[in-house]
């Protein structure tokens, strides 16, 4: 069951952007760790953006490093993944996942899940 809302995602041409945004109407995402991970047709989860709630830090594996970003807005209450750059191998369905403490590489260890949101790189 799902206790995070995602929207965004779309079909987007090579080298274009989107933006993934994801909120919690139950609880407050600024006391979470955030990880956006991706899914491809035949493939497992991967994670593509990690960030503490706690102290800021954030990570990035080398695939998106430099062209994908995650932030937050505490006011809204709502996690961003800002993605540039995009290319046909970053097709995938895109899921924000909430967790306490300090970030996890691993999809295991969240809770927390949104929906999904399919994310499309296309010419």
């Known amino acids: 069951q799902e206790q995070l809302v995602q929207s965004g995602g779309g079909l987007v041409r090579p080298g274009g952007s989107l933006t993934l945004s994801c909120t919690a109407p139950?609880?407050?995402?600024?006391?979470?760790?955030i990880g956006w991970f991706r899914q491809a047709p035949g493939k497992e989860r991967e994670g593509v953006a990690y960030?503490?709630?706690?102290?800021?830090?954030?990570y990035y594996p080398q695939s998106v490093e430099g062209r994908f970003t995650i932030s937050r807005d505490s006011a809204k209450n709502t996690v961003y993944l800002q993605m540039n750059s995009l290319k046909p191998e970053d097709t995938a369905v895109y899921y924000c996942?909430?967790?306490?403490?300090?970030?996890?590489?691993?999809?295991?260890?969240?809770?927390?899940w949104g929906q999904g949101t399919q994310v499309t790189v296309s010419s």
């Open positions: 139950g609880f407050a995402l600024d006391l979470y760790a």
């Open positions: 996942a909430a967790v306490g403490g300090n970030f996890y590489l691993e999809p295991n260890e969240y809770p927390y």
């Open positions: 960030a503490n709630g706690n102290n800021g830090r954030t």
